[in-house]
C-alpha cells in the first residue's frame, strides 16, 4: 500500500529565511509525486511534480524539490520565503489515485 | 481556463439529513475524483470517476454516500443520513487522464458542518 509521511505539522519561518518541508513516502514501484499547496479556503494548487529523470524539478512561486529513491524522500525546498508562502503543504504519491499526507502548515513571521 | 467548479461552499446540516454537493470539472477532463478531507488531515479519495464509469470506490461509505457522473462531465456526492464525522471539506478534483497521472486540478470545496 501506498502511503506519505510528513513529519513536521508546524513550521514557522522567517520572511527571507531558507524552508525546507519533509516527505517521506512508501510505494511499490517507481512513484510519480507531488507536492501540493493550500491557502485558506482554497482549493489545492499543484507545486510541482515528479515522474522519472532529473531528480531535482523545479515548480512554480520559486520552489524547488529533490526526489532521493535511497532514503525515499522528497523534500521540498525554497531559498527564500515570503509572507504570502504561509500555507498548508501536501506532499502525495501515486499515479492517478493519490495518497496524501497529512500537511505540514508553514507560518511566516516578519 | 475555466477552473473546477464546485457547489454549494459552506454547508450546515443537522445529523440525519441529506446533502448534496456538485462539481463540474475543466473541460475535457476525463477523471473526476472526490476527497474527503476532515480537519487537520490529508484529502482522502473517495470516488474516482473515468469518463462516466467508476474506476475506484473503495473508500466511499456506501451506504450513506453515493456519487455520480451523469454523461461523463458534472458530478453530484450525496450523503443520506449524515452522521457528526462526516464534517469535513469535500474536494472535487479533475485530470486528463493517465497520461498525466497524479495532475490534478482541485475545485475550492465544499465545507460541511453536521450539527
Known amino acids: 500500500a501506498q502511503s506519505v509521511t510528513q513529519p513536521d505539522i508546524h513550521i514557522t519561518v522567517s520572511e527571507g529565511a531558507s524552508l525546507e518541508l519533509r516527505c517521506n513516502y512508501s510505494y511499490g514501484a517507481t512513484p510519480y509525486l507531488f507536492w501540493y499547496v493550500q491557502s485558506p479556503g482554497q482549493g489545492l494548487q499543484l507545486l510541482l511534480k515528479y515522474f522519472s529523470g532529473d531528480t531535482l524539478v523545479q515548480g512554480i512561486k520559486g520552489f524547488e524539490a529533490e526526489f532521493k529513491r535511497s532514503q525515499s524522500s522528497f523534500n521540498l525546498r525554497k531559498p527564500s520565503v515570503h509572507w504570502s508562502d504561509a500555507a498548508e503543504y501536501f506532499c502525495?504519491?501515486?499515479?492517478?489515485?493519490?495518497?496524501f499526507g497529512t500537511g505540514t502548515r508553514l507560518t511566516i513571521i516578519p | 481556463e475555466a477552473g473546477v467548479a464546485q457547489s454549494p461552499r459552506y454547508k450546515i446540516i443537522e445529523k440525519r439529513q441529506s446533502v448534496a454537493f456538485w462539481c463540474n470539472p475543466i473541460?475535457?477532463?476525463?477523471?473526476l475524483y472526490w476527497y474527503q478531507q476532515i480537519l487537520g488531515q490529508g484529502p482522502k479519495l473517495l470516488i474516482q470517476?473515468?469518463?462516466?464509469?467508476?474506476?475506484?470506490d473503495s473508500q466511499l461509505p456506501k451506504d450513506r454516500f453515493s456519487a455520480e457522473r451523469l454523461k461523463g462531465v458534472d458530478s453530484t456526492l450525496k450523503i443520506q443520513p449524515a452522521k457528526l464525522e462526516d464534517s469535513a471539506v469535500y474536494l472535487c478534483a479533475s485530470s486528463f487522464g493517465s497520461s498525466r497521472a497524479g495532475e490534478l486540478f482541485f475545485g475550492e470545496g465544499s465545507r460541511l458542518t453536521v450539527l
Open positions: 502525495a504519491v501515486g499515479a492517478g489515485k493519490l495518497t
Open positions: 473541460s475535457g477532463h476525463a477523471t
Open positions: 470517476f473515468q469518463n462516466n464509469g467508476v474506476v475506484d
